[in-house]
């Protein structure tokens, strides 16, 4: 890895940056100091202030006090506007892109070069060329955003960084949407924006990441930063205790599992989606009580509509059988309210979108589906006291921070957000659970927690399907291993006989060859 030149000045220098959000303090008296021409990765829970800090940096907030310098110059930053000119760039975890326009209007849009767009196109495609050709940062101009993966949604947003001369690129989170693959190829360019001198901070909770392409790290915890490390010099281990302040179990501590009677039967699974397109074609598969099946595959390979299916959320054609008991795929009988009533749970894959209504208290979110329960009425109305008392119990149980059930969804980190879904289904005591993506954008202590409770569920002897584009969630989590490609499976395996150079085969469509007899036991353990 480059090292940094001593003589040379700080890229960014922060001194005492301090914000607060009414009673709430973000950041405090945070110091750092980022040498040119390296990866300084910034880790922390869900929470810590690490986004509120770099957005001060980008001049989306003010800071309430403490200075700037940029190459060792005192810089006042007022605007994102006022970042760029000072040679900031940022990449959002969540992309600012406009999905309707293509990669090239994407790229100028902010930054024109007067009325007419014909030159500043022109201009734009010549130096995205030369860009995507330097970086390896490959994707066409013409292409429209919204029908792009979003690995090269997030090369759109670096190219739009690069082509307003950013020296200083800052990631949120960049992988968290990411299949290994393109998470490998953005190392790639990372690796190449280094080579050629530019300095990258990078905001993760992925310690994996942080000890493979960074020089540097700085942690922070409850908005303090609480130490500076050399990347070389330090451990996972180590850095997840500064992170939580408490040692972390990075692996999964579960015993084998004890598989009872079949909960789920899938046969034939269908599903056409509203453009004529076949989803999933003819899936089967099944779960027993005390055992997790784990979906692995790239997303948008049909794990979203199984999962939709499942939870009364999209039609389909085929067979579903939940305790022996055949269930509606259409009609009456088929929607997510039936399917919660007879004990299916479902955690979504996208928590903002289908799992929270984020302007909402969180009481109110803990009883979204299951707010016509007999201990939540009062008569003909909801008893609203009894519900903020769960709500309260719930937050106690899964250690949502903080413990108020009056602040809406919105005000919690992204960790938190996750901890009231799971509870609200977890404590269902469902016979099915579906998890999503259980620890998208969450912080490591807590996807320890989550990992426990998925866990002690399924010792409980409950059956549960999990879908995640982690395969180090899958490995650590999964009894038995099913690999989607194309709307089907491509074929089972035991996680402790596999690897993920197999389960990637798999995952990119190479046919399953492997004995049939070994097939079966795989399947069925």
């Not at 994996?208 to 540097?216: A, N, P, Q, S, Y």
């Not at 490390?229 to 205790?241: F, G, I, N, Q, Y």
């Not at 309260?392 to 108020?404: G, I, L, T």
Request: hydrophobic share 40%; with cysteine; net charge negative.
């Amino acid at each position: 890895m480059a090292a940094p030149d001593a003589a040379k000045a700080p890229a960014i220098e922060l001194r005492g940056i301090s914000k607060s959000f009414g009673p709430v303090q973000a950041n405090k008296d945070i110091s750092i100091r980022v040498m040119p021409g390296t990866i300084h990765g910034i880790i922390g829970e869900n929470g810590a202030g690490k986004s509120t800090l770099m957005s001060i940096l980008y001049g989306f907030y003010k800071a309430d006090s403490g200075e700037v310098f940029i190459n060792g110059t005192k810089t006042n930053i007022t605007d994102s506007q006022a970042a760029i000119a000072a040679g900031i760039g940022m990449v959002f975890q969540h992309f600012k892109l406009v999905p309707n326009f293509t990669v090239l209007e994407n790229v100028i849009l902010g930054a024109e070069d007067g009325a007419l767009l014909r030159p500043s196109l022109a201009k734009a495609r010549k130096e995205l060329t030369a860009l995507a050709k330097e970086y390896e940062l490959n994707v066409d101009p013409d292409s429209v955003v919204e029908d792009l993966s979003v690995g090269h949604q997030q090369r759109v947003e670096i190219l739009k960084a690069l082509y307003r001369r950013a020296e200083i690129l800052i990631l949120d989170e960049p992988t968290g949407v990411l299949t290994p693959a393109e998470a490998d190829h953005l190392f790639r360019i990372l690796e190449n924006l280094r080579r050629e001198g530019k300095t990258i901070i990078l905001i993760t909770h992925k310690l994996r990441e942080i000890m493979e392409i960074t020089d540097t790290v700085s942690v922070m915890r409850r908005g303090e930063m609480t130490a500076t490390v050399k990347t070389a010099e330090t451990s996972p281990e180590h850095l997840a205790e500064l992170m939580v302040g408490r040692k972390v179990l990075l692996r999964v501590d579960k015993v084998p599992a004890a598989p009872g009677a079949q909960i789920l039967e899938v046969e034939n699974l269908q599903v056409v989606d509203s453009s004529g397109v076949q989803r999933l074609k003819g899936i089967d598969l099944d779960i027993r009580a005390g055992e997790i099946l784990g979906i692995a595959g790239v997303a948008g390979n049909g794990q979203s509509e199984l999962l939709e299916v499942l939870g009364g959320m999209r039609e389909a054609k085929g067979s579903i059988r939940l305790n022996g008991q055949p269930l509606p795929l259409s009609g009456a009988g088929a929607d997510a309210s039936a399917r919660r009533q007879l004990g299916i749970a479902h955690v979504p894959e996208d928590r903002h979108r289908e799992g929270l209504i984020l302007d909402f208290h969180a009481w109110e979110n803990v009883a979204f589906g299951y707010h016509r329960d007999e201990k939540y009425q009062r008569g003909l109305f909801m008893d609203n006291d009894a519900l903020r008392q769960d709500t309260q119990a719930k937050m106690a149980k899964f250690d949502v921070r903080p413990p108020d059930c009056w602040l809406s969804a919105k005000s919690f980190s992204g960790g938190n957000q996750q901890k009231i879904v799971v509870a609200r289904e977890i404590e269902r005591n469902p016979d099915l659970l579906l998890i999503g993506q259980p620890t998208r954008g969450v912080d490591i202590g807590a996807i320890e927690f989550i990992h426990e409770q998925i866990i002690a569920l399924r010792d409980q002897g409950k059956a549960i399907l999990l879908v995640s584009v982690e395969l180090d969630e899958i490995f650590a989590l999964s009894d038995r291993i099913a690999v989607m490609f194309d709307g089907q499976i491509m074929g089972f395996r035991d996680p402790a006989t596999t690897d993920e150079k197999e389960l990637g085969l798999m995952m990119a469509g190479i046919t399953d060859t492997r004995d049939p007899v070994s097939q079966e036991a795989s399947q069925h353990g």
